[in-house]
């Protein structure tokens, strides 16, 4: 079962947020690297490209990238002239022009091969796949625009540059030169379009879909109305134009979500009708394509095997020889090919972190989640209208000790859901909700809950974590005085009485639901995407449909300027609300554990738990 | 029917050929009823293979159309007895169709998956037999020995734990803390395939399943033999003053061994159908980790390609094992 971390998605966040550029690359001498721009001072400068040379490792927190006198004097890079000055401009409306280029250059010999945990994948095409752990490694075989690194933020991947209109609504990107796919053909600004134009198409049925139909001219274009997408241009076989209905503050996190998106080769997929792509064999075997890592061999309920792109001119070229991603649907069989070397990497529950702390062939690495797990409660429900029930539910739940004793201390107990990104923190203010059993009750009998009424918790079983808490909460509910059906589903039944079974005008068909997922750390207008009133499921994640005006203004607000200190106040004020109104019962954050064999040189936790490839072409081995 | 009298009466070799298509046509109906009502029950399964394909969070920003979007392009939109209808009649046609969870074609899918579970299957098979016969033989002829109880605790206990905890017990004690087999796989990845790597991985799941199938096999050999054991041609054999090894050996051990033909034959289908908790825990690309996952997508012609495929060869060992029967037994004749 792929847990729900899997597939969370980073779209709908609307307010310019941070940015924070690496600049990997040493540049000549005083070269300045410029690491991170507040959202509030558009991004700038960075450096050149450096396809060699540099022997810094690549994504080095920023204060160590910035001791540029320490890295060798790169190759002669063309951009290095137009990158040179840093375009600092006023926040709003302001336009944005970032040359970047992240260009690692970690230490480690070449050769060498790593076996990490994988599940099935339902696909290894970029325009089809859903689930993280799918996306994370076709955007290291593909290449994308953009990508996403271990901080949430966007960075530059396939591109030299992109600039953005004052307004937010034009964007240009341009590719690196003498970008090539595996068989030695260009990629071009062609590519790109022909990726955008089958990415839009309905017929081709992808995922990536609703997310770019804020292009212009994209909802005629993907209904066949016209032959062209209005709003994007190719100036010439580098640039790409795109052209957006709206001010997108956010693009970029956009097109760099679900680990970025992909771009196809147009030489090979051009003959294939948008209705016949997932069916072609490209999907199980995709080549030739442009990342660091190209496709190699499948074998179905085995292994997908990827090896080293030696005509990788994007960035330096990957040093291990071959990954392979094994299929492995049971987490308790990886950690036993872990323990025995024949994986090297995978996520790992947190009730095994201890136990594999202890062998010495391992590293473990904890790193806090995006995510929030909660209980969502169906507002629609008449027994749940009363905030006082709510609040009950809160002091109800021994949260510290759950923490302690089933996560093993790997998360924190969260009080709303704006937990981030650092700016942000956590807000003042906010009531801790305490274990407080006689407080619970005391709310209850003020909103006269009856002890007969049954709330049923619907919830997956089969998650270590789940089945143990479930009769915990089931207990403590009922010592506060609610009674408590678990309700236990398989996830097509659970997503269709969550999500889908829902329509604008009532909630899913389900009382209290046990979810776990979001990058709440992100940005503070992530929360949005549950809270907000035009967010109902199923056309957002606002599961219990819950609607307060205020909070709609807020978040609405929160959007619409850039400046953090303002933006602070607004979602504080927020959070205030959301932690008074509960309309969820808050749980914590989970800590992500990562184990990995030692012989894995260069790993680094990704910001989604699955994406356990994203840096790997610094990846090196031990001996 | 005359026809049939005839062609009966003139040449008995015809009587197989007739039986045999008896029997394989009575089995067309058969075939129908089972694939109509598994249709009807894995559609009656909650959720579908859109809400099976995504998160709650991949729902909810992908938006209400793509998921209609994706309905529609399923087919999923049409009614009941059209899609079993189209099923059948793509089925028909040797079409086995796509699956829903990666729309590639499940011909491929299975025939990738079958060449696994039959090296799995056929090991443990053979190694359940190994074991059963000599050991089923001895603990009959030596009724209420200690060997006799020994064998019988072996066998119900092999019976009554389940399979899971063998395999795991198997993975901690052979594999993480004698280190004498890999954990799982098929085969070592990212080195060449050799015969010896592809036995050390085929040596736990093959004997956990060879023991639990070997369990009830000893069950059955030692009551057939002690059942044979007591016939009159075995005492007359005896009372020709026939050596007691050529008793047991070439009069009483030849028919007690028929009915392990109708137990083995039957037990085909399932194995090839593939063991679903061997095959997760052995991390083995077999049938049975395809039917799992297409359970659990709700990909329904994976699903319904999967049964029919063991409802075909449920009917065929059925037939198979009559027919062996009344090859090896004179008594038993087609009618």
């Avoid at chain 1, 944005?96 to 076996?115: D, E, K, L, R």
């Avoid at chain 1, 009856?450 to 079983?461: D, E, F």
């Avoid at chain 2, 029919?308 to 027919?323: F, H």
Wanted: net charge positive; glycine share 6%.
């Amino acid at each position: 079962m792929r847990d729900s971390d899997d597939r969370t998605t980073v779209q709908d966040t609307r307010g310019m947020r941070r940015r924070h550029f690496l600049a990997g690359a040493a540049t000549v001498a005083g070269g300045a690297i410029l690491a991170a721009c507040g959202g509030d001072t558009v991004p700038t400068a960075t450096t050149a490209a450096s396809s060699a040379g540099a022997t810094k490792p690549a994504a080095s927190a920023a204060t160590t990238a910035s001791t540029a006198s320490t890295t060798t004097a790169p190759t002669t890079a063309p951009a290095a002239a137009s990158a040179a000055a840093p375009t600092t401009a006023p926040a709003a409306g302001a336009a944005s022009s970032v040359v970047a280029s992240a260009a690692p250059a970690a230490s480690g010999a070449t050769g060498g091969q790593i076996s990490i945990y994988w599940t099935k994948p339902s696909t290894i095409h970029p325009l089809f796949s859903t689930a993280g752990i799918e996306q994370g490694v076709e955007r290291q075989m593909f290449g994308a625009l953009m990508r996403m690194n271990d901080k949430l933020e966007p960075v530059p991947d396939l591109i030299e540059k992109y600039d953005s209109s004052a307004d937010a609504k034009v964007w240009t990107f341009t590719l690196k030169k003498g970008l090539k796919f595996s068989d030695g053909m260009p990629l071009t600004a062609k590519d790109v379009v022909f990726t955008f134009e089958r990415a839009i198409d309905k017929r081709t049925g992808s995922y990536w879909r609703s997310r770019l139909l804020i292009i212009d001219g994209a909802a005629d274009f993907g209904d066949q109305k016209t032959d062209k997408i209005k709003g994007i241009e190719m100036p010439d076989d580098l640039t790409v134009k795109m052209t957006l209905t709206t001010a997108d503050g956010v693009w970029l996190q956009t097109i760099s979500d679900f680990a970025g998106l992909c771009i196809l080769p147009m030489h090979i997929l051009k003959d294939t009708a948008p209705d016949q792509m997932q069916k072609a064999p490209f999907s199980f075997a995709p080549t030739p394509t442009a990342g660091a890592f190209i496709y190699s061999d499948w074998k179905a309920d085995q292994y997908l095997e990827i090896k080293r792109n030696e005509t990788y001119t994007a960035g330096p070229k990957a040093k291990l020889d071959k990954i392979f991603c094994k299929v492995l649907t049971q987490q308790d069989v990886g950690i036993a090919q872990l323990e025995k070397g024949e994986i090297d990497l995978m996520v790992v529950p947190v009730t095994e972190a201890d136990r594999l702390r202890k062998n010495a062939t391992l590293t473990v690495t904890s790193t806090p989640a995006p995510s929030v797990s909660f209980l969502a409660l169906n507002i629609d429900r008449p027994f749940f209208k009363d905030k006082r029930v709510r609040q009950a539910m809160m002091y109800a739940i021994d949260r510290e000790s759950i923490v302690k004793e089933i996560l093993k201390g790997e998360a924190t107990v969260v009080n709303s859901t704006i937990i981030g990104p650092e700016w942000m923190g956590t807000p003042d203010g906010l009531q801790a909700y305490k274990y407080d059993t006689s407080k619970a009750k005391q709310l209850l009998k003020d909103a006269n809950w009856s002890a007969s009424q049954k709330v049923a918790l619907m919830y997956t079983p089969g998650d270590k974590i789940n089945d143990a808490l479930v009769p915990i909460l089931q207990q403590q509910f009922k010592d506060a005085g609610i009674a408590l059906d678990l309700f236990t589903v398989d996830s097509p039944e659970y997503n269709r009485r969550a999500v889908t079974g829902a329509t604008p005008q009532a909630a899913g068909d389900f009382d209290i639901a046990l979810v776990g997922g979001g990058v709440f750390r992100q940005d503070p207008n992530v929360s949005a995407k549950y809270f907000e009133t035009v967010s109902f499921t199923p056309a957002g994640a606002n599961y219990g449909h819950y609607t307060n005006p205020m909070v709609d203004d807020l978040f609405k607000q929160g959007r619409s300027t850039t400046d953090k200190a303002m933006r602070k106040q607004i979602y504080t004020k927020l959070a205030q609300i959301i932690n008074d109104e509960v309309p969820w019962i808050y749980l914590w954050s989970p800590n992500s554990i990562h184990a990995y064999n030692k012989r894995l040189v260069g790993f680094k936790p990704p910001s989604y738990a699955t994406h356990l490839v994203w840096n790997a072409e610094e990846w090196s081995v031990t001996k | 029917m005359l026809l049939m009298g005839l062609l009966l009466s003139v040449r008995t070799e015809y009587a197989v050929g007739q039986y045999l298509l008896r029997r394989l046509a009575i089995s067309i109906p058969v075939l129908i009823g089972i694939t109509l009502a598994t249709y009807v029950i894995v559609n009656l399964a909650p959720g579908d293979p859109v809400t099976a394909l995504i998160s709650p969070e991949a729902a909810s920003s992908l938006g209400p159309d793509w998921v209609a979007g994706q309905r529609e392009a399923l087919g999923l939109n049409k009614p009941l007895p059209v899609r079993y209808a189209l099923w059948l009649k793509e089925v028909v046609r040797g079409n086995l169709g796509f699956s829903l969870q990666d729309r590639q074609p499940i011909g491929k899918k299975i025939a990738e998956r079958i060449g696994p579970t039959f090296r799995l299957m056929f090991t443990a098979l053979a190694l359940a037999i190994l074991i059963a016969v000599p050991v089923g033989i001895l603990s009959a002829l030596r009724q209420y020995s200690a060997l006799d109880y020994a064998v019988t605790i072996f066998a119900f206990t092999a019976i009554a734990v389940p399979g899971f905890f063998l395999a795991l017990a198997a993975i901690y004690v052979f594999s993480l803390k004698l280190g004498w087999f890999p954990t799982s796989g098929m085969n070592t990845v990212g080195k060449p395939e050799t015969l010896g790597d592809s036995l050390r991985h085929l040596v736990m799941p093959a004997t956990v399943l060879g023991l639990a199938e070997a369990a009830p096999l000893i069950r059955y050999i030692r009551s057939s033999m002690l059942e044979v054991k007591r016939q009159e041609y075995v005492t007359v054999a005896r009372a020709k003053g026939l050596r007691e090894s050529a008793v047991i050996g070439r009069h009483a051990l030849r028919n007690a061994l028929i009915p392990l033909v109708t137990v083995v034959a039957l037990s085909l289908p399932r194995l090839l159908g593939g063991t679903v908790i061997i095959e997760k825990l052995f991390a083995w690309p077999g049938m049975g980790t395809l039917a799992i996952t297409a359970v659990q997508g709700r990909d329904y012609p994976v699903i319904m390609a999967i049964n029919l495929i063991t409802a075909v060869l449920i009917v065929l060992s059925n037939l198979l094992a009559d027919l062996v029967y009344a090859a090896i037994d004179p008594r038993i004749k087609y009618t």
